[in-house]
């Protein structure tokens, strides 16, 4: 995997769209950084902002966010001994509180192919007052900066073999792996979609990457996409 690193861009999403296969796109800042839904993703200096330009095995993009989150849990330990949970469908949490978020894009025009892997996580950065409720960083829990080299280091090489791991064996492996380390299931959550407010329990994470709840009156709910929160 070929490393291409930018003082500041506007989004290494947007970014690694220029690029195919196998190459990793790293910023410093990011001025336009986002999250799902196109939400804002503050990228100040600090953080690890990064993009993963990957050949698409799956139509599920999904399968690719579980495995970037099991790799930055398994880089995050390994580099600093942190602890850390994984909040369905796309976050690691430490305390309940935000370290690092992942959106993966599916890009299908004419004939470019390509799945984008996006991370992003709170090393060394300063997070705005307006997170400190809800995100928390490296720095912060430890009282101490993080090499961001290392870390990015311990990230691809993690990356690398949960993928190798996956185009030979397939999607399971990967999400027994994510499903271990899951700080969502059996929690009573309240759920966010773009169309309707659900409360329940979360029962399990399908093989879709889907999220079964339980609702109020014993039925069924499966959660393709959304935002939880714990009740």
Known sequence: MKVHHFKTLDSTNTKARDFSKNNL???DTQTKGRGRHKRQWDSNKGGLWLS?????????????????AVAVQKAIKRTTKLETKIKWPNDLLHKDKKLCGILTEAIFKGNSKKMIVGIGINVNNKLPISLKSKATSIKEILKKETNLKG??????????????TYQEKGFIPILNKWKSSCDTIGKAIKVKTLKQRLVGKAIKVNKDCSLTIRLKNNKLKKIVEGDIFTV
């Open 25 to 27: 796109i790293v910023a």
């Open 52 to 68: 993963i330009v990957l050949e698409p095995k799956t139509k599920n993009p999904a399968e690719l966010t579980f495995l970037a």
């Open 151 to 164: 870390l990015l280091t311990n990230l691809i090489n993690q990356f690398n073999t949960l993928h190798k």
